[in-house]
């Protein structure tokens, strides 16, 4: 299985937005879902949403209350999670993983994580 | 639905076994017969990696060392024979509805 890459490092000021993309295999994006996971420093794993790629049907964690937006892109089998109005609460590692397209479950395989820092 | 791990410290010394608990504040039984329920361990500077799913299906390549058991609202991880490469944060996680939550996290070091 082939890991999903994404972006690199972000260092951001409170009150804008990051886009974070990940890139996947053809076979990944035709079968399967992506699945956005967030872990704050020292904190545990927070699902932020997930995308069936070739439906674009997305869905997000209403805890984030609208400020996330997934998308994926067929002509470069990558996905993205936007993440807007951004505040120090935000600063965390954002990670993709392949999923289950059926149901929520089976993370495998995840991003080498992207570090995001907001901050003034 | 609410995902509670115990114990949230783990040491270990080699060769012992470990059991690590996670109750879900709901059932994860679905009604196709199974329970939404994922292991994974995050090991010293990487990301997470899948260790079993829907509770006892080991994921490639982890050792039959590692045995997930449990239905409902009461599930367990197992790692019969522990080894220094077990060092890590082992998650819960459940899969059955959104927002899909894990656990606390259980950190297992080594005596």
């Given at each position: 299985?082939?890991?999903?890459?994404?972006?690199?490092?972000?260092?951001?000021?409170?009150?804008?937005?990051v886009?974070?993309?990940?890139?996947?295999?053809?076979?990944?994006?035709?079968?399967y879902?992506?699945?956005?996971?967030?872990?704050?420093?020292?904190?545990?794993?927070?699902?932020?949403?997930?995308?069936?790629?070739?439906?674009?049907?997305?869905?997000?964690a209403?805890?984030?209350?609208?400020?996330?937006?997934?998308?994926?892109?067929?002509?470069t089998?990558?996905?993205?999670?936007?993440?807007?109005?951004l505040?120090?609460?935000d600063t965390?590692?954002?990670?993709?993983?392949?999923?289950?397209?059926?149901?929520?479950?089976?993370?495998?395989?995840?991003?080498?994580?992207?570090?995001?820092?907001?901050?003034? | 639905?609410?995902?509670?791990?115990?114990?949230?410290?783990?040491?270990?010394?080699?060769?012992?076994?470990?059991?690590?608990?996670?109750?879900?504040?709901?059932?994860?039984?679905?009604?196709n017969?199974?329970?939404?329920l994922?292991?994974?361990?995050?090991?010293?500077?990487?990301?997470?990696?899948?260790?079993?799913?829907?509770?006892?299906?080991?994921?490639?390549?982890?050792?039959?060392?590692?045995?997930?058991?449990?239905?409902?609202?009461?599930?367990?991880?197992?790692?019969?024979?522990?080894?220094?490469?077990?060092?890590?944060?082992y998650?819960?996680?459940?899969?059955?509805?959104?927002?899909?939550?894990?656990?606390?996290?259980?950190?297992?070091?080594?005596?």
């Open positions: 299985q082939v890991q999903p890459v994404q972006s690199g490092a972000e260092a951001k000021r409170p009150g804008s937005s886009k974070v993309s990940c890139k996947v295999s053809e076979d990944t994006f035709n079968n879902a992506l699945t956005w996971v967030r872990q704050a420093p020292g904190q545990g794993l927070e699902w932020m949403g997930r995308i069936i790629p070739t439906l674009g049907l997305a869905v997000s209403e805890e984030l209350k609208g400020r996330v937006t997934i998308t994926a892109d067929k002509s089998t990558t996905v993205y999670m936007e993440l807007s109005s505040g120090s609460g965390a590692i954002y990670y993709c993983a392949r999923s289950s397209d059926a149901y929520y479950n089976w993370l495998d395989p995840w991003g080498q994580g992207t570090l995001v820092i907001v901050s003034s | 639905i609410v995902m509670t791990q115990s114990p949230l410290s783990l040491p270990v010394t080699p060769g012992e076994a470990a059991s690590i608990s996670c109750r879900s504040s709901q059932s994860l039984l679905h009604s017969g199974y329970n939404y994922d292991w994974y361990v995050q090991k010293p500077g990487q990301s997470p990696q899948l260790l079993i799913s829907l509770v006892s299906n080991r994921a490639s390549g982890v050792p039959d060392r590692f045995t997930g058991s449990g239905s409902g609202t009461d599930f367990t991880l197992t790692i019969s024979r522990v080894e220094a490469e077990d060092v890590g944060l998650y819960c996680m459940q899969g059955l509805q959104t927002p899909i939550t894990f656990g606390q996290g259980t950190r297992l070091e080594i005596k």
